[in-house]
């Protein structure tokens, strides 16, 4: 028995004491643990001597594989030399101020200016307050709605889980706050019945967020926020001229475009950002996750020349940036980020990402593109998005998504391959890390047949199929 040092299991003090995220809590002490002892590339190996093969790099973002020493090396070094510094008012450090320099750079041609935190979340929270400020200080009160999309994900904080458009996020923690809104997400799998080409979808789509807007007044709409791939949500990739179409409405009506790049961003769709080949002409950028490849917790939210000039022209009477954590600009993350951006440049990271990317969906299409559950597969770089469907002819969806999308985790987990789900949708969503050879996307493709096999015989078993 694995122990602390008393003589409790370590699975009986987590089973007792750890809340797990996005879990039910009533469940806890029925589920069978997964206690992670060290990791290696695409590989995780338990406590038990079990290996998992993951294709889902953690929660989409290892990006450099585990187990890379330059970066343990990094934080090591930058631990002994700074520790725990801070970046208020004029306090700086060499590893941050290196990074913001890295990090403007690689990022679209219009940003200026970052603020830095440390989850996906906060980075979208600041965002929030980053387009508040923005039109106060603009002498617009009244401008502040910020509209999100339905099945998008953005978080789980108070005003980020408000952006997020999942209900689970929202249901009991009485969100969204007011001042969020949801338009419709692009899933053309799932779009309206009397839909049938992609340019009338994306017509519509625009159309339906025109109509928001005057509905609620011009005058109160300051942002929409979107994942350039929406990634949670169901790995959904824009269609063709969506994000051209959104962003001409948004300039109609003043309104600044967020992109949230948590996912894409650092290599995962083949680019630094994924936001400017989809013509999203961000205002503001949120990133986190591959920023370190997720070893050490980071984020950053990058500021347009249009949001920048307005936040650094403020009067004196706006009073100071009454905004920051602790950790915003921690020397260590900074350190360990550029020693990242290092590595996924110097192997070429992006690029493979390109490549295997193409090789995973191709291969994947061949393996269980006829099966007669499978309903779509789609996918943009290094993220892929399989939907399954309950009756594949018709595009019919299940009728009890979380219970059958549980057997699939159940049957992924059977094969100890790694994969994500999908909320309100059975979907197995694939993001290797950026490091994948052809070799590890052949032993995923093979995992995962097995995987969609053991699936339809559990459903067959559970008659849930309908
Ligand atoms: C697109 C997107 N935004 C924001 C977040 C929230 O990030 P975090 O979990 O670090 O708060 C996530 C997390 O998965 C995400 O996928």
């Not at 998992?52 to 930058?78: F, H, M, P, S, V």
């Amino acid at each position: 028995m694995l122990t602390n040092g008393s003589n409790r299991s370590l699975e009986d003090i987590d089973k007792s004491g750890l809340v797990h995220a996005f879990s039910a809590l009533y469940s806890q002490k029925d589920r069978d643990l997964v206690i992670w002892d060290h990791a290696e590339g695409l590989w995780l190996t338990t406590v038990d001597g079990d290996r998992y093969l993951d294709a889902a790099a953690g929660l989409w973002c290892t990006n450099i594989g585990y187990g890379r020493k330059e970066l343990a090396e990094a934080a090591a070094e930058q631990m002994v030399r700074t520790s725990s510094v801070h970046c208020f008012a004029q306090f700086s450090n060499e590893p941050v101020i290196r990074l913001t320099d890295r990090l403007l750079d690689l990022a679209p041609e219009n940003m200026r200016r970052i603020v830095y935190g440390n989850s996906g979340s906060d980075a979208n929270d600041t965002q929030v307050k980053l387009v508040r400020r923005y039109n106060n200080v603009r002498g617009l009160p009244q401008k502040k709605k910020i509209i999100s999309r339905l099945s998008a994900y953005h978080g789980s904080t108070i005003a980020s889980g408000s952006l997020t458009g999942i209900p689970l996020v929202h249901r009991t923690f009485d969100l969204p706050i007011e001042g969020v809104l949801h338009t419709h997400m692009h899933d053309f799998h799932r779009r309206p019945s009397h839909i049938d080409t992609m340019d009338a979808y994306v017509r519509w789509l625009a159309e339906e967020l025109e109509a928001l807007i005057l509905h609620e007044g011009p005058d109160t709409v300051a942002a929409f926020i979107a994942e350039p791939v929406t990634g949670a949500g169901g790995v959904l990739v824009p269609p063709e001229g969506y994000f051209r179409a959104i962003r001409a409405v948004l300039d109609r009506y003043d309104v600044l475009m967020i992109a949230d790049e948590v996912i894409t961003g650092f290599g995962r769709t083949g680019a630094w950002f994924a936001s400017p080949e989809f013509g999203m002409g961000a205002d503001l950028i949120s990133v986190s996750k591959g920023i370190t490849s997720g070893y050490f917790p980071m984020s950053a939210c990058l500021i347009s020349e249009r949001v920048a000039d307005v936040l650094y022209g403020e009067k004196a009477d706006d009073g100071l940036f009454g905004h920051g954590f602790t950790a915003s600009g921690h020397s260590v993350a900074a350190a360990v980020a550029l020693a990242n951006i290092d590595i996924l440049e110097k192997e070429g990271l992006l690029a493979n990402a390109t490549r295997m990317g193409e090789v995973l969906l191709r291969r994947v299409r061949e393996a269980v593109g006829g099966h007669e559950l499978v309903g779509d597969i789609r996918g943009k770089g290094m993220i892929i998005g399989v939907e399954f469907d309950a009756d594949r002819a018709n595009g019919r969806p299940f009728a009890d998504p979380t219970a059958v999308g549980s057997l699939l985790s159940k049957s992924a987990l059977e094969e100890k391959l790694l994969v994500r789900g999908g909320h309100g949708r059975v979907l197995a969503a694939m993001a290797p890390a950026l490091i994948a050879t052809e070799a590890d996307i052949e032993e995923i493709v093979h995992r995962f047949v097995r995987v969609v096999d053991r699936f339809a015989d559990k459903l067959t078993v559970s008659g849930l199929k309908g």
